[in-house]
């Protein structure tokens, strides 16, 4: 379906079509970058820019970019204009399901958004350079990583779920990226559990990147190549880029406390059997103040399960870890039921397991 854009309305100073799937994916995906809340209103908006089949779709909180490709879209004139991200996400919402097209055109300060000619909302606008900008230079030719849909899906589903808003610390909030001779790999943490896809042993380059950044491009589902300069980063697909400044200050070395030697107990994991324990427990048990379900996590030579705490909380030989059922079925949905997992323990209930599997470890603190 295209618009025959002569056909666009007298008042209409600039027009461009955008295919409705493409602007909801954008929206989707910049969802965890728009501030929920924030002392800048500009923060709020959704620049959109065009002009003679060129131009982008932009949202920024001044530290992460996230930024739609109009390149070649069919149009004329120039449209440079901010919308309120929240009239955009509700002007979707209720424009008819049969829309495959929008036609956006320019009246004025205000962007008319329509659907076969039917018009499905008009938004009201502020100049787009109100907007924060950010260039990075481009380098083609080298600082690029290939990260292939499958990446990108597994780091938004298992990895960036770890990081946490926490403005006491704000190192917390991000991934942790590593790479030596072209071998690369990832870290996340919560306090709680930690996951990293790859030990780096001795990283040429290591950067924290932040978290959101991560969750816009994953949610945008493509194949995409990571650039990283001295300081910053730019994810980049064939229409959707996030780009910004590298995290500031140090990152924990959280994923370095994996001792290979120090396990006295290994044991393989039957996930399903496990997963449904967690559930049939998570019901029956009663929660705490603070959300948690606490359980034993119980292990010896043939066995791996839980059952509830004991109220004097004995352990027979150490072989007994209390942790919160429900972050450790979080942790069993990353693993699949034919999984080969492996289950490490030190025998002291005060030091972290680990699970791992062929894509990742993680590491899984006790309750204390």
């Not at 990147?209 to 001295?230: E, N, Q, V, W, Y």
């Not at 910053?232 to 030697?261: A, C, I, N």
């Not at 559930?279 to 009663?286: A, E, G, H, Q, T």
Request: one cysteine or more; a negative charge; proline letters at 5%.
């Amino acid at each position: 379906m295209a618009f025959n854009l002569a056909l666009k309305s007298k008042t209409a100073e600039a027009s461009f079509s955008i295919s409705r799937d493409l602007l909801a994916r954008f929206v989707s995906a910049v969802n965890c970058i728009v501030p929920k809340k924030t002392a800048i209103p500009i923060l709020k908006f959704v620049r959109i820019y065009y002009k003679n089949g060129d131009g982008f779709i932009r949202v920024s909180d001044t530290n992460c970019y996230a930024e739609l490709s109009l390149k070649e879209a069919r149009g004329s004139g120039e449209i440079d204009l901010a919308v309120e991200y929240g009239s955009l996400e509700n002007m979707l919402s209720k424009a008819p399901r049969s829309s495959g097209v929008f036609l956006v055109e320019r009246e004025g300060t205000a962007l008319v958004f329509k659907d076969n000619c039917v018009t499905c909302g008009k938004l009201a606008g502020v100049p787009g350079a109100d907007c924060p900008s950010l260039i990075i230079p481009i380098d083609t030719d080298e600082g690029w990583v290939d990260l292939s849909e499958r990446d990108t899906q597994f780091i938004h589903k298992y990895v960036s779920p770890l990081c946490i808003e926490d403005a006491q610390y704000t190192a917390l909030n991000s991934i942790l990226f590593e790479e030596n001779d072209l071998t690369f790999g990832f870290a996340a943490t919560d306090r709680h559990a930690l996951i990293f896809t790859k030990f780096i042993e001795e990283p040429t380059f290591r950067r924290a990147l932040p978290c959101r950044a991560f969750k816009a491009m994953t949610l945008f589902g493509t194949d995409s190549r990571l650039m990283l300069h001295t300081g910053h980063y730019r994810f980049e697909s064939k229409q959707f880029s996030v780009y910004g400044p590298f995290v500031g200050g140090t990152y924990p070395d959280f994923h370095k406390l994996v001792d290979t030697d120090g396990f006295t107990q290994v044991l393989k994991v039957n996930v399903k059997t496990l997963r449904e324990e967690l559930n049939r427990l998570s019901m029956i048990v009663p929660h705490t103040s603070k959300g948690y379900c606490p359980v034993m996590l119980t292990y010896g030579p043939e066995y791996l399960g839980v059952q509830e705490v004991p109220q004097d909380y004995v352990f027979e030989d150490n072989k007994g870890i209390k942790m919160d059922a429900l972050k450790l079925l979080e942790l069993m949905e990353r693993f699949d039921d034919n999984s080969p997992v492996t289950f490490k323990a030190t025998g002291n209930v005060t030091h972290p397991t680990v699970w791992k599997d062929s894509r990742a470890t993680t590491l899984f603190m006790p309750m204390v």
